[in-house]
């Protein structure tokens, strides 16, 4: 193959345009990838309404993707040492060139806040090669995670977990949730009912998921949620719903993956004395929120939890959960629809309008 | 004794009062305390001004403070099982009843927020008999914590830490400072001088205070501030100074205890990605603060973490500190008044006015 | 009722006798418990075998214990503040008389270490009155705390949990078991059989349980083994297949529930570098246990932790699990034998020689 | 300089030989360093007992080391990404090529597992350059990191805190040490000597070192210790004396230092209930140890932890803690011998016959 074809998003607000890119010569430890399935996250919606900032556009959106490998050069190696091959399915953390050097890979130790990350499909531009999902092949440079799909895990599971599960996963590892925990998951998109999931499998209970509309909230009930709440009742009344359940106390850990700034303030309503709200929503900057640092902080002895990111381990969990204590969970029903990369701006579009929960790309259909 | 002089807030607003309390008979167990010295704390200013609910006016105010056994009935123990006996030099937690049986007590064992805790001085009335400190006897009921001053301490650096030493103390230790934590102690009433006392005396550099005026930053100093910084600084240009003392990130925790929600905010602007704001100062409701959940709290993988009440083991450990590790700061130079019963409203206005740091009621003088 | 009848354990190595007790006066703050089920637990074993240091023989058996209450006198509330009516159908907290005032209840905050503490069937002699569960009926002395047993928990499951349960709940917890643990369980008796179970519901994977009879190992699949090894394999055997499911590292976390010192030795053999071996099951002295502090600790970087008694907490979790999370968990299948109190010799025999994982005491009858 | 002068160690109980290596030619990103001081640590005195498995004889020595960049290639940058010069001070992390692809690094997150990870002085073998401490220079290769000695630390007290304050500065922050903790400190070496600055600096008291000679423990006193014991006093009094500092409980950590397997098996006896002991010295085999499980884990509620090698950010601290906090410790005071290159066999003499506690290779003398 000498050339790939691609998904471009030039620019905010431009519509996205097919592109012929040059198949890059592969150093050794590289890969190609031949693209089965790549991701339509929120997170391509905030690109392309030019939400984020430090985007080299045009880019090649796409940073959750699955696909077989085409082509590798030299020797690339999983972390028990085994080779891959030629045909192995396989995903990739998308972060990338963290670089093992700075204050934060080393002294912090929270590689996700490293300067010198690297993310497919956000901060690469098409310059830098098809190093996006949104594309025929996907060029693995020397050093990019590869991770197995594991022998009975459908590739049509993990895309529809994706992002949101391995962001989940984070948010549920780093807000503590353990056996007997009472949860609240602000939001029903994709994090949000990864979050129920993995709460679910922790042992929580009750799972009370918040939000709508309808069809989310029944979704997530299969996924684990023991109770859900419209946002069609007033959050008072959503509040007062949340006490009778947990013995007038709030529950013990609230996961906000709504991305408004209100649920940040609703979270601490929401949580007990002493418990804990985890903020993993406010992946762009959707202003300000209040909040009464008295009765909602220093008083209720809480705590509020920022979480921002995902690392290999938190791939690595997102892969035993699906092969093993999370492979009865109907994670693909999560996934309203399928476009080819000539489609790619009606799968933003449909997940922008929020009429289907996750898109995928699927370059060379099904 | 047959009666007890005591000073009695009649109500917020009103002038404090000098009564004459019947002394009450003590029953097995209970023990009346010749009060040596009571301080007048941030919180008496807050209760003359009405400013926290559910107390029961009149009272006596008062709450942490230090005497001698003038009588007991039964045997009444310190933790190592010794009884006490009349003459011994003692303070108490002035939280009481905490009732070991409801849910903060025993499942997420949590006794600061117990709903059926009392604290002497501030939520028993006069009709409940002489329990506070602004008498010249206080009445220790079956039950009340007695701690002895241990040997070496002088009282009066004891009462100088008082009531912000044993909040210092949850602090710091719910903060997790440890040798090496680069800090930010914002305000340096009792509260932030004892939490710059004791991140110092645990290995935290740099400490840096902010707050004012400068006398008191000259206090922090000497308490172990390496830095400090006054409000009279714009409020960009004290977090340029901080990211200026470390390497352009913020510090690793800081400790709120200034009072105004605006230094909420400004501590998720001074804290490192992945760093912890602990929230004492929120004492009483100051209203609302603004964040911005995404750059402040989501983005910087930080924490913002509140911290209410306190219970046996801060005092434990502030008696401890004062014999021990910290016996050669000078805690005593924050008191800059003494004041007699009949002078608890100069010495309130005194508080209230900030023209001290810290008063005491001296019932029988010195 | 003016009687109360017991099986009583008059010394080690001494057969039960039947004995008639005086109905105890109650005091305001007491109750009545007409026992439905009491549990007959390897402690009792070791009771009868002398085993156990500071028993005040003569005394009634049965610690972990379900029935009705009889009778009460004044208010006995629950943690909600609920109060207690006569026949409501309840356990208790067979931990009683933790001082709340000793260096252990106020600084260590463990309970579990309280000096002062006393427990149901094993700390309190016949001389105290009838404080054990192999009895008609049961003092519930004041401060006593009574737990509900939800609805639709059938109390015949609550039993077969009973202090093996507990114990789990509490050993799983500090263990720190959570989503993607991979877990040995080493020993299938009640407290293994529980731990594999909660370490299921926390979503631990895989869980290998080790032990034996073939039987035991068979109830061990179905409360949530996902592989188990038998003790006719040869150690290293087992260590071997256990790596084999472990990438070649050993397990994150192993739960000792053994009860033989060698057992944990071969724990620190099945933890993976890093790892955690939680020992639970060393309740008596079975004499030391030899261990290579540099291969299996130092330079494993690995965790070795004591887990002693359990409190309030992990009562209350328990019947939680039960209800909820656990509810389809065949708990009743561990209860291989029923006795009356005149068959408690018969009863402590079975359980002695193995024959039966736990039996129970039921005076009167089912 | 076309070659290199080192001293080396040929293999286990053959004398130390001095030999000229090849000066390596520099890739990108490389440095030579000129040596102004390499430590001889127990570590070398194992070295050459044989009793480290997997070293590549003959090597060279000495694994922590200072000196000045004598030349470098291409940019080389610190932590804060400021580029190294050529006579800047500095010493770097002897731990080279953890390899962040592996289920340590990625995973489990505990880069001193990493089965790839070499040590200068240990792992390398003559073959692979001049990759040890006792030789007039030292290849940096790319990717070591190089740490600056900060302005007013004097080298010669980084060198007396070496190997010993790194491995303490781990111990430390894994025994969670911190304001107030009592201590324990078993071991008078390099590595118990810095422990105990470590945790007089972290605000614990009291300090107990325990071990010999007496010169040993005056020397303790004047980093910290509060109290000394000796070695020449029976076992079982040690264990009494520290119960009468610590209200007859024992101690909240233990930190064992000492290098010999009683040592860990004593350090469970002077723990109190619920307390920490955290095996630092079995850095090599020295056999089993024997402890009882019931009364020395499980009923205590215990933790025993093991804590293996260090990485980049305990050389950080390190440095920090030298440069401020421990700026008035008497460091150097443990240095008590210094030899030239051709004096290897000498100091390794010393070291071994615990006639000093710290010897220096100083190839260009002072």
Known sequence: MTSIRAAVMVAPHVPIELRELPTPALESGAAMLRTLYSEVCGTDVHLHAGRLG?????????????????????????IEGQPFREGDLVT??????????????????????????????ITYGVADGPLGGWAEQIWMKPGVKLLRIPE?????????????????????????????????????????????????LSGAAPIIAIGGPDSRLDFARRMGATHTLSLDMPADDRALAVRALTGGRGVDIVIEAAGVPTAVTQGLDLVRDGGRVLVAGQYTDGGPADFNPHHQLNRKHAELIGCWGC????????????????????????????????????????????AVVKALIVPYGE
Chains 1, 2, 3, 4 share one sequence.
């Open 311 to 354: 690392d290999y381990s938190h791939f690595h969990r997102a892969l035993q959960v699906l092969a093993d204590q999370g492979r009865d969970l109907p994670w693909d029903e999560g996934i309203s629809a399928r476009f080819s990369l000539a489609q790619a701006n009606e799968a933003l579009a449909a997940v922008a309008s929020r």
């Open 152 to 200: 009975g895990v459908d590739p049509i599971r993990f895309i529809a977990g994706g992002c949101g599960l391995v962001t989940a996963i984070h948010a549920v590892e780093r807000a503590g949730v353990r056996l007997g925990s009472s949860v609240v998951v602000l939001g029903v998109g994709p994090v949000g009912q990864a979050a129920i999931a993995l709460a679910g």
């Open 54 to 78: 430090g985007v080299p556009y045009p880019i090649i959106p796409g940073h959750v993707s699955v696909g077989h490998i085409e082509s590798l050069r030299g020797t690339v190696t999983d």
């Open 92 to 121: 990739f953390l998308d972060v990338h060139e963290t670089c093992g050097a700075c204050y934060e890979c080393l002294v912090t130790k929270q590689t996700t806040r490293c300067a010198h990350r690297k993310v497919y499909g």
